[in-house]
């Protein structure tokens, strides 16, 4: 088969699977290999780790990897809000996968030895990295253990929550990267936030009573 | 005024006087109920003084004579008021007396309770219905037995013991109606049960059309065996005058409807001679109209009997028994094909072919109640409800599925079997009517279909060999070996069925068919097994039954495979469906969407023969839907849509302001794209600079480290004068870079390690020197101190005595000239690679470790 063939789901790909290796958006049934999306073929190589030169062969849609991918894959950058903290592990709805909006939200779980790179075990309470209501960025890991939600981790410095709420529900702002402090009590809190540029910000409600009128 | 006053006034003395007789009557009775208790506690009682009585003969004698007379007194008043009562024999248990005594006496004030409901609703209303009391012997009124029975199912409480009458009767009824001879042996009437097609008997026909007559000349030799189906209007006798029947004008105009007389009005005629016979016919001719109903029997026959004729006219019913002058029923052909008078038959679809069969009457003009019905959208189609609907009147349907060949005929049956005619005309009548009102075609409409059963000829019925597959309800597929038996049992029930004249059913019903063929007995007594209660024919013809199944257990086993069709068809059948996949059905059920892509799994590669296809469709590209598809599934551009309420102006600036806002947010996704952009350009950044300084120092080899580098392997460099090494480093690296590389070229053997170039001390380890030097004294050797070796005198000596002068010219002086190869180009001080040779054998210090904490393992 032709690197670059358009192909829907259901037509044949390969009349056997050959050298190739199977990657994604592909099948198998009765020794053959079916596309199982809509796409192009793409072939490429790698090499593994006995250094041997592996082709793999796929069906994807682009080039970016965001866009063949339609639920959350690993290592993918979503942004999630945090629902409810526990003692392990905060519970969030995976909102969006990169810019992917999605109607449905993802059950996840950030669990408490992803929140910083390199520290297993933490004696801090959740508090003090997010809370509910927040929104974060995260990665999407790829956790074993844990089979029927998503588990992502705030572990990189890019990661971490974006925009959060205070307890009057008016926004907090960033002082540095560890505290965020409410713009109406002038209360610091503890928070890990993302090293992103702060562009944007969750309209205070006050603002909103004032445009509503 | 004054009359009905005196009337009045005289039957109100009347039932004074009525009422105070009664009460006489009823103090009468109460005293000699209590004489009687007294007398009767006066008899010596079980347990005391009854058994001493009781071995006296006579005092024995005695009460049974009393006690019988005492039981038919008993029977009688009870008889006599219509409860009757269950009589126990003589010499019964006391308790079933008592039993029967409560049973009666609970019928009793039941019955009284029913009138006295009777007579009190009798006050309000005016016709008072009282139940006729009938005596156990011989119902005569049918209608008010089972009104009777529906009442006191209603009031009473003991039903068991109603319906437990009723079991009994039916019992004893049904004890009494064996049938001791076959009404075909009696009478003479012989079947025809052979293969060979039906023929029909023709009277009273107007001569037909000679046509071109088929002769059908095969090499089977027959002659005329025509094949049915297509043939049918050529053998209906009658089927000109079918064809060209109109519907006299009196049917279809309204007219009033003519109430039946009542049952004990209505004179019935037993026919069973052919007098009367003739008689009958001279009757139904003078009428315009008359009802039809046939009673038929099929167990103890194979093509069937007609048991009964019943012809109800306006005024008379007719019960004519066939059997005795089976022939002569031939001779009513007249009347039944007179189209001018209207045959009314209830679910005729029957008996116009029994009719055929039996007597060769055929029909012409007919209307069926039940097609009637069925046009007019009733509820329901039975007689019954036709009889209940318009005659008021509750068919008592127990002797449908009765035996009627039994002659002499019950009373019950007779009755039964008139009313099923007796209410047919003036329940066509209705019927007329209501469909006069409905739509005046409607009636044309029944007329045409009641023709077309007019037009059915009879068929015998043909034996097919695999008949079973739809006849029977087959639970599981057969092996060769079942399969073997059930055809030949299905035959052999068949032919002896033909030959007997009984129906298959009877010979061998249908679950000890399968049954038979399933267990395939091995002896007669399994075949009894199988077959219980045992049928009479299974019994005399177990031999042939054995036979058939010791010849079917040598069949080979094979698994009988069923061929579509037969399936198909014995589903059909069934009216079920078949569940599997084929390749049709796969693709009609299957969801997938197969239009636009070019394989298709479930089809395989097909080849299309292009030409076929016409260009009427314009069919879409495949490749375009595919791009389609994929352009379409790209996020579509973040486009507000403002929804404005319907009717209200828009808020041009509010919504203008809300969508600027929206376009201003930035996604937290976005900020983290920005960071990784940024990061991603620093890193970049860094690279370059360290490109930079890279390509601008140099590549000097780091003099400082710093414990963060890499552990570097220096090639640690020595003076080779020290150490008898042959090279020599001088100068500076580059140069010694050059040189190793020239020597490595030129020398591409690996340095071999030469002993000679070393001194003893050196080599060996400290205890082969030591060893080395115990030698050395032990065997001094002059030669040795002097110049020459001890180890190898005697060969030396044998070399030296060959030895020749060395000539110093011919030898080859080129090595001088070569550079000096470095063969030890690793400096080793403790010989550790002569060491570890040997020592891997050894493997000591893995042993020790424990002591070995602090040291450093030189292993490589």
């Given at each position: 088969?032709i690197?670059?063939?358009?192909v829907?789901?259901?037509d044949?790909?390969?009349d056997?699977?050959g050298?190739?290796?199977?990657?994604?958006?592909?099948?198998?049934?009765?020794?053959?290999?079916?596309?199982?999306?809509?796409?192009y073929?793409n072939?490429?190589?790698?090499?593994?780790?006995?250094?041997?030169l592996?082709?793999?062969?796929?069906?994807?849609?682009?080039?970016?990897?965001?866009?063949?991918?339609?639920?959350?894959?690993?290592g993918?950058?979503?942004?999630?809000?945090?629902?409810?903290?526990g003692?392990?592990?905060?519970k969030?709805?995976i909102?969006?996968?990169?810019?992917?909006v999605?109607?449905?939200?993802?059950?996840?779980?950030?669990p408490?030895?992803k929140?910083?790179?390199?520290?297993?075990?933490?004696?801090?309470?959740?508090?003090?990295?997010?809370?509910?209501?927040?929104?974060?960025?995260?990665?999407?890991?790829?956790?074993?253990?844990?089979?029927?939600?998503?588990?992502l981790s705030?572990?990189?410095?890019?990661l971490?929550?974006?925009?959060?709420?205070?307890?009057?529900?008016?926004?907090?702002?960033?002082?540095?990267?560890?505290?965020?402090v409410?713009?109406?009590?002038?209360r610091?809190?503890?928070?890990?936030m993302?090293?992103?540029?702060?562009?944007?910000?969750?309209?205070?409600?006050?603002n909103?009573?004032?445009?509503a009128? | 005024?004054?009359?009905?006053?005196?009337?009045?006034?005289?039957?109100?003395?009347?039932?004074?006087?009525?009422?105070?007789?009664?009460?006489?009557?009823?103090?009468?009775?109460?005293r000699n109920?209590?004489?009687?208790?007294?007398?009767?506690?006066?008899?010596?009682?079980?347990?005391?003084?009854?058994?001493?009585?009781?071995?006296?003969?006579?005092?024995?004698?005695?009460?049974?004579?009393?006690?019988?007379?005492l039981?038919?007194l008993?029977?009688?008043?009870?008889?006599?008021?219509?409860?009757?009562?269950?009589?126990?024999?003589?010499?019964?248990?006391?308790?079933?007396?008592?039993?029967?005594?409560?049973?009666?006496q609970d019928?009793?004030?039941?019955?009284v309770?029913?009138?006295?409901?009777?007579?009190?609703?009798?006050?309000?209303?005016?016709?008072v219905?009282?139940?006729?009391?009938?005596?156990?012997?011989?119902?005569?009124?049918?209608?008010?037995?089972?009104?009777?029975?529906?009442?006191?199912?209603?009031f009473?409480?003991?039903?068991?013991?109603?319906?437990?009458?009723?079991?009994?009767?039916?019992?004893?009824?049904?004890?009494?109606?064996?049938?001791?001879?076959?009404?075909?042996?009696?009478?003479?009437?012989?079947?025809?049960?052979?293969v060979?097609?039906?023929?029909?008997?023709?009277?009273?026909?107007i001569?037909?059309?000679s046509?071109?007559?088929v002769?059908?000349?095969?090499e089977?030799?027959?002659?005329?065996w025509?094949?049915?189906?297509?043939?049918?209007?050529?053998?209906?006798?009658y089927i000109?005058?079918?064809l060209?029947?109109?519907?006299?004008?009196?049917?279809?105009?309204?007219?009033?409807?003519?109430?039946?007389?009542?049952?004990?009005?209505?004179?019935?005629?037993?026919?069973?001679?052919?007098?009367?016979?003739e008689?009958?016919?001279?009757?139904?001719?003078?009428?315009?109209?008359?009802?039809?109903?046939?009673?038929?029997?099929?167990?103890?026959?194979?093509?069937?009997?007609?048991?009964?004729?019943?012809?109800?006219?306006?005024?008379?019913?007719?019960?004519?028994?066939?059997?005795?002058m089976?022939?002569?029923?031939?001779?009513?052909?007249?009347?039944?094909?007179?189209?001018?008078?209207?045959?009314?038959?209830?679910?005729?679809?029957?008996?116009?072919?029994?009719?055929?069969?039996?007597?060769?009457?055929?029909?012409?003009?007919?209307?069926?109640?039940?097609?009637a019905?069925?046009?007019?959208?009733?509820?329901?189609f039975?007689?019954?409800?036709?009889?209940?609907r318009?005659?008021?009147?509750?068919?008592?349907?127990q002797?449908?599925?009765a035996?009627?060949?039994a002659?002499?005929l019950?009373?019950?049956?007779?009755?039964?079997?008139?009313?099923?005619?007796?209410?047919?005309?003036?329940s066509?009548?209705?019927?007329?009517?209501?469909?006069?009102?409905?739509?005046?075609?409607d009636?044309?409409?029944?007329?045409?279909?009641?023709n077309?059963?007019?037009?059915?000829?009879?068929?015998?019925?043909?034996?097919?060999?695999?008949?079973?597959?739809?006849?029977?309800?087959?639970?599981?597929?057969?092996?060769?070996?079942?399969?073997?038996?059930?055809?030949?049992?299905?035959?052999?029930?068949?032919?002896?069925?033909?030959?007997?004249?009984e129906?298959?059913?009877?010979?061998?019903?249908?679950?000890?068919?399968?049954?038979?063929?399933?267990?395939?007995?091995?002896?007669?007594?399994?075949?009894?097994?199988?077959?219980?209660?045992?049928p009479?024919?299974?019994?005399?013809?177990?031999?042939?039954?054995?036979?058939?199944?010791?010849?079917?257990?040598?069949?080979?086993?094979?698994?009988?495979?069923?061929t579509?069709k037969?399936?198909?068809?014995?589903?059909?059948?069934?009216?079920?469906?078949?569940?599997s996949?084929?390749?049709?059905?796969?693709?009609?059920?299957?969801?997938?969407?197969?239009?636009?892509?070019?394989?298709?799994?479930?089809?395989?590669?097909?080849?299309?023969?292009?030409?076929?296809?016409?260009?009427?469709?314009?069919?879409?590209?495949e490749?375009?839907?595919?791009?389609?598809?994929?352009?379409?599934?790209?996020?579509?551009?973040?486009?507000?849509?403002?929804?404005?309420?319907?009717?209200?102006?828009?808020?041009?600036?509010?919504?203008?302001?809300?969508?600027?806002?929206?376009?201003?947010?930035?996604?937290?996704?976005?900020?983290?794209?920005?960071?990784?952009?940024?990061?991603?350009k620093?890193?970049?950044?860094?690279?370059?600079?360290?490109?930079r300084?890279?390509?601008?120092?140099?590549d000097?080899?780091?003099?400082?480290?710093?414990?963060?580098?890499?552990?570097?392997?220096?090639k640690?460099?020595?003076?080779?004068?020290?150490?008898?090494?042959?090279?020599?480093?001088?100068g500076?690296?580059?140069?010694?870079?050059?040189?190793?590389?020239?020597?490595m070229?030129?020398?591409?053997?690996?340095?071999?390690?030469?002993?000679?170039?070393?001194?003893?001390?050196?080599?060996?380890?400290?205890?082969?020197?030591?060893?080395?030097?115990?030698?050395?004294?032990?065997?001094?050797?002059?030669?040795?101190v002097?110049?020459?070796?001890?180890?190898?005198?005697p060969?030396?000596?044998k070399?030296?005595a060959?030895?020749?002068?060395?000539?110093?010219?011919?030898?080859?002086?080129?090595?001088?000239?070569?550079?000096?190869?470095?063969n030890?180009?690793?400096?080793d001080?403790?010989?550790?690679?002569?060491?570890?040779?040997?020592?891997?054998?050894?493997n000591?210090?893995?042993?020790?470790?424990?002591?070995?904490s602090?040291?450093?393992?030189?292993?490589?």
């Open positions: 088969m690197s670059g063939t358009l829907a789901p259901g044949k790909v390969l056997g699977i050298d190739y290796k199977m990657g994604n958006g592909l099948y198998e049934a009765n020794r053959r290999v079916y596309a199982s999306v809509t796409g073929v072939v490429y190589g790698f090499r593994d780790k006995t250094d041997n592996v082709q793999v062969i796929e069906v994807r849609r682009s080039e970016n990897q965001l866009d063949n991918e339609l639920l959350p894959f690993n993918a950058v979503v942004t999630a809000k945090v629902m409810a903290v003692l392990r592990f905060a969030c709805d909102i969006s996968i990169g810019d992917k999605y109607k449905k939200r993802f059950s996840a779980l950030l408490k030895k929140l910083r790179p390199l520290e297993p075990e933490l004696s801090e309470p959740f508090k003090n990295f997010v809370r509910p209501n927040d929104y974060i960025l995260a990665k999407v890991c790829d956790d074993a253990g844990i089979k029927d939600k998503f588990v705030i572990a990189e410095d890019e971490g929550v974006v925009l959060c709420r205070g307890k009057y529900g008016e926004p907090m702002q960033k002082v540095d990267w560890n505290t965020v409410s713009t109406r009590t002038g610091t809190e503890l928070r890990k993302a090293k992103v540029p702060q562009k944007c910000m969750l309209p205070s409600y006050s909103q009573t004032d445009s009128a | 005024m004054s009359n009905l006053k005196e009337e009045d006034v005289q039957d109100e003395e009347m039932i004074r006087q009525r009422t105070l007789n009664m009460r006489k009557r009823v103090e009468e009775i109460m109920g209590a004489t009687l208790v007294r007398e009767s506690n006066g008899l010596p009682k079980a347990g005391a003084d009854f058994e001493l009585y009781n071995s006296f003969p006579t005092f024995n004698a005695f009460m049974k004579r009393s006690e019988e007379r039981n038919a008993m029977g009688k008043v009870t008889n006599s008021i219509g409860c009757a009562m269950r009589v126990p024999d003589v010499g019964a248990s006391v308790e079933h007396y008592t039993e029967c005594v409560i049973e009666a019928n009793i004030a039941e019955r309770a029913t009138l006295h409901e009777a007579l009190k609703k009798a006050e309000k209303d005016e016709i219905k009282v139940p006729e009391f009938i005596t156990k012997a011989g119902p005569t009124n049918n209608k008010t037995e089972a009104e009777i029975s529906e009442a006191m199912k209603t009473s409480a003991n039903i068991g013991t109603v319906l437990a009458a009723k079991f009994r009767e039916r019992r004893e009824e049904a004890a009494q109606m064996i049938v001791h001879e076959k009404p075909q042996k009696t009478y003479n009437i012989i079947a025809d049960n052979s060979a097609p039906f023929v029909s008997v023709k009277h009273h026909a001569e037909k059309r046509g071109i007559v002769v059908d000349d095969d089977s030799g027959r002659i005329g025509t094949n049915a189906e297509a043939e049918t209007e050529e053998e209906h006798p000109a005058e079918i060209n029947f109109k519907v006299p004008e009196s049917q279809l105009e309204s007219a009033e409807p003519k109430k039946f007389n009542a049952l004990k009005n209505t004179q019935l005629t037993m026919v069973d001679t052919k007098e009367k016979l008689a009958l016919k001279d009757t139904l001719n003078s009428v315009t109209e008359f009802s039809v109903d046939l009673e038929h029997h099929e167990m103890r026959t194979y093509l069937g009997l007609t048991c009964l004729i019943q012809i109800s006219t306006r005024d008379e019913d007719f019960i004519i028994d066939p059997f005795p089976w022939d002569c029923i031939g001779i009513l052909n007249e009347p039944f094909t007179n189209p001018k008078i209207l045959k009314v038959f209830h679910g005729a679809d029957n008996d116009v072919l029994w009719l055929q069969r039996d007597f060769g009457i055929h029909i012409v003009n007919l209307f069926d109640t039940y097609v019905m069925k046009k007019l959208k009733y509820p329901k039975s007689l019954a409800y036709l009889a209940f318009f005659a008021d009147v509750i068919l008592d349907k002797y449908q599925l035996d009627w060949r002659r002499p019950r009373n019950a049956m007779i009755n039964y079997a008139r009313e099923d005619t007796h209410y047919l005309l003036y066509y009548d209705m019927l007329r009517e209501q469909l006069l009102k409905q739509d005046k075609k009636l044309n409409v029944v007329y045409s279909e009641c077309d059963l007019c037009v059915r000829v009879y068929k015998k019925p043909v034996f097919k060999p695999k008949g079973y597959l739809t006849d029977l309800k087959l639970r599981f597929t057969f092996n060769s070996r079942q399969d073997h038996a059930l055809t030949s049992l299905y035959k052999w029930r068949d032919v002896v069925a033909r030959q007997e004249d129906s298959p059913q009877f010979v061998l019903p249908n679950h000890m068919l399968l049954a038979l063929a399933e267990q395939l007995p091995r002896d007669v007594g399994g075949i009894y097994a199988c077959c219980n209660p045992l009479h024919f299974v019994k005399k013809l177990a031999g042939q039954i054995l036979k058939i199944i010791v010849e079917a257990r040598e069949v080979k086993l094979e698994k009988v495979k069923v579509a037969e399936n198909n068809d014995a589903q059909e059948a069934r009216g079920v469906m078949s569940d996949m084929d390749h049709i059905t796969s693709i009609l059920k299957s969801k997938i969407d197969f239009t636009h892509t070019k394989f298709d799994e479930e089809r395989g590669e097909i080849h299309i023969d292009k030409t076929e296809e016409s260009s009427d469709v314009l069919r879409k590209d490749l375009q839907s595919l791009i389609s598809v994929l352009l379409s599934s790209s996020i579509p551009s973040t486009e507000a849509m403002v929804v404005v309420e319907k009717g209200k102006k828009g808020d041009v600036k509010k919504i203008k302001k809300l969508v600027d806002e929206l376009d201003k947010f930035v996604t937290p996704f976005e900020c983290y794209q920005m960071m990784m952009i940024t990061k991603q620093q890193e970049e950044e860094e690279r370059k600079e360290a490109e300084k890279r390509l601008e120092e140099g000097k080899p780091k003099t400082l480290f710093s414990h963060h580098d890499a552990v570097v392997v220096r640690p460099q020595f003076d080779s004068k020290l150490l008898n090494v042959d090279t020599v480093k001088v500076d690296s580059d140069d010694t870079q050059q040189q190793r590389d020239s020597t070229e030129q020398d591409k053997e690996p340095p071999v390690f030469d002993p000679s170039r070393f001194s003893d001390d050196q080599l060996m380890s400290k205890k082969a020197m030591k060893r080395k030097r115990e030698h050395a004294k032990r065997n001094i050797d002059v030669s040795v002097l110049g020459e070796s001890s180890s190898s005198d060969k030396k000596q070399t030296d060959e030895l020749e002068e060395f000539n110093y010219e011919e030898a080859d002086s080129s090595a001088f000239e070569k550079p000096v190869k470095d030890n180009a690793e400096f001080p403790f010989h550790q690679k002569y060491r570890l040779k040997n020592k891997s054998k050894t000591k210090s893995m042993k020790k470790s424990s002591n070995r602090g040291t450093i393992n030189y292993k490589k």
